[in-house]
């Protein structure tokens, strides 16, 4: 995205239409979440509906569809629900990314599962977000689900969410029901680190559109925005360009052709911080050191590229780089280790036990490893943790130690989210095992382990 453009040209949800978006400086990426059945789906079609954002021929086969199951309205959470198997279930399966943009802001979404078993899809969601939206019927207030979602939410670090009290319709649009979840989870979220001004609340019916996109008159003692107003004015931090310089390499670029002859390149996305030509960098975990001669775009030569960038390096120096290095600022180095502790949220049905051989997939870079250490489980419910578990299980969090077969170049997730994070895989199968994050980034989880 350009700033010195003002069209974005993407190619339309299940379609394979282009369609241009007003590109904006201000981009927000959002995730949602929440318990099964609580209207997630449908809220994100109606967001997307009533902002224009759905082209005609989707829009009539959501008619058809909603016809033959004898509706008289259109379901709208059929506009996010792409998946065979979720239309049959009328459930949320993969994580649906949509994109629409208003005249104040464009917005990338994930609308993730609600399932227990999908978490890790949640995980996969919302570890990107700016800003998550955390549905909750409001029938049944906040429940084992969204306690969950919302620790991992936090443990992402997440900085803002939004409590969506939807289906406010079913319950009279009753006020006392809207204040007494607001006062459940604003309890919880506070215990997870989250501070009152980092969390609103919404009472919405996303099947009417009460309080999405305008604000609904059926709720006269809600003073306070809609949905998508919210969204259009919460303020975004931007990818942060003042941590340290961060480039794991993809792929190493050598043409060898009659124009580039002698071109080595290094491609991959800046991870982190901003690199300028004539920068001192360091290649991890070997050490060797170098500078910057040349940053390729693809929209040509810069002088420098900043965290999201994609880019190739060109150095002084010819160097033995290959895929899995790590290009870093000289200056502020990261650890280079095989020995680390991290947060993990176990993802798969076979439980963790200690000294289990797992592999380990840190940015371009997979190792073989062992979790040599369970030292803490963190009860998401409860809010406290079990010290030396004897296993990890599905949808657990907890602290590990781990020994990898090679030294990484990691960072704390605290101080960077891309380098900072990592996946546990199985070694017969390839198959995702957690999503682990350097250090113990959880508030609670920190605070039980340095008791």
Request: charged share 25%; with cysteine; hydrophobic share 40%.
């Amino acid at each position: 995205m350009s700033n010195d453009t003002d069209t974005l040209t993407r190619f339309a949800p299940d379609s394979g239409t282009e369609v241009a978006l007003p590109v904006h400086t201000d981009l927000l990426r959002l995730a949602t979440a929440g318990s099964v059945d609580d209207g997630k789906s449908t809220l994100v079609g109606r967001l997307l509906h009533d902002t224009k954002s759905v082209l005609a021929d989707q829009l009539d086969a959501v008619h058809r569809a909603s016809a033959d199951r004898g509706l008289s309205t259109p379901d709208l959470s059929l506009l996010v629900d792409g998946l065979r198997a979720e239309r049959e279930q009328g459930i949320t399966i993969d994580v649906a990314y949509r994109y629409f943009a208003t005249g104040k802001r464009t917005f990338v979404l994930a609308d993730t599962p609600g399932h227990v078993q999908y978490t890790r899809n949640t995980v996969t969601g919302a570890s990107t977000a700016q800003l998550a939206v955390l549905l909750v019927d409001a029938r049944k207030g906040v429940v084992e689900q969204t306690r969950r979602h919302a620790a991992v939410l936090a443990l992402l670090g997440v900085p803002r969410l939004v409590l969506a009290v939807n289906k406010i319709d079913m319950v009279d649009f009753d006020e006392s029901v809207h204040t007494t979840i607001a006062q459940d989870f604003a309890q919880h979220a506070r215990a997870l680190g989250y501070s009152d001004e980092d969390v609103v609340t919404v009472p919405v019916s996303a099947l009417h559109g009460d309080n999405v996109v305008e604000r609904s008159e059926r709720t006269p003692w809600y003073d306070g925005p809609a949905l998508l107003e919210h969204l259009e004015t919460v303020p975004v931090a931007p990818d942060p360009h003042d941590v340290p310089f961060r480039l794991p390499v993809q792929y190493v670029i050598r043409p060898r052709t009659a124009d580039h002859p002698d071109y080595r390149g290094y491609a991959g996305q800046v991870a982190a911080g901003v690199v300028n030509e004539g920068d001192e960098v360091v290649v991890l975990p070997g050490g060797a050191r170098s500078r910057v001669s040349m940053v390729d775009t693809p929209d040509g030569q810069a002088q420098s590229a900043a965290a999201g960038r994609s880019i190739t390096v060109l150095l002084e120096d010819d160097l033995d780089i290959a895929r899995g290095d790590v290009i870093v600022s000289a200056e502020a180095q990261p650890r280079v280790t095989d020995e680390f502790d991290a947060t993990v949220c176990w993802l798969a049905e076979k439980p963790l036990a200690p000294n289990a051989k797992v592999l380990i997939k840190h940015g371009a870079r997979t190792v073989q490893a062992m979790a040599t250490e369970l030292s803490t489980r963190f009860d998401e419910q409860e809010l406290s943790s079990v010290d030396a578990p004897e296993k990890l299980e599905l949808n657990e969090i907890g602290k590990i130690r781990f020994r990898t077969s090679e030294s990484l170049p990691i960072d704390d997730y605290a101080n960077s989210r891309r380098t900072g994070s990592f996946i546990v895989l199985d070694p017969s199968d390839g198959a995702t095992l957690a999503a682990g994050l350097i250090g113990v980034p959880l508030a609670p989880l920190a605070s039980a382990v340095t008791r």
